[in-house]
Nanobody, 113 residues
């Protein structure tokens, strides 16, 4: 099972980016999909998750980021609007299937003028 994230890049403050993450390989069920991020010198933190129970967002991104899923394609998206320099980080795709956690390699998002 592999998670392949893409969509990162350089964007000016106030701009938007859309990340996507596709799951490849044989999986029987997906309990949770989501995004975490790690800024330079900081610990990895939750950005947003999506499960059958609903969606969950970090306080710092509420109202600006939206997570969505396309279950038929085992893909999760993260629409990021009103980006701020503080959003600069490597964004990691995450999936929980049963008792196993899977991580993508990460995609860099840089918010700078």
């Amino acid at each position: 099972v592999q998670l392949q994230a893409c969509g990162g890049g350089l964007v000016q403050p106030g701009g938007s980016l859309r990340l996507s993450c596709a799951v490849s390989g044989v999986i029987f069920s997906i309990n949770v999909m989501g995004w975490y991020r790690q800024a330079p010198g900081k610990q990895r933190e939750l950005v947003a998750t999506s499960s059958s129970a609903g969606t969950n967002y970090a306080d710092s991104v509420k109202g600006r980021f939206t997570i969505s899923r396309e279950n038929a394609r085992s893909t999760v998206y993260l629409q990021m609007n009103s980006l701020e320099p503080e959003d600069t980080a490597i964004y990691y795709c995450y999936m929980r299937s049963g008792a196993l956690d899977y991580w993508g390699k990460g995609t860099l998002v840089t918010v700078s003028s």
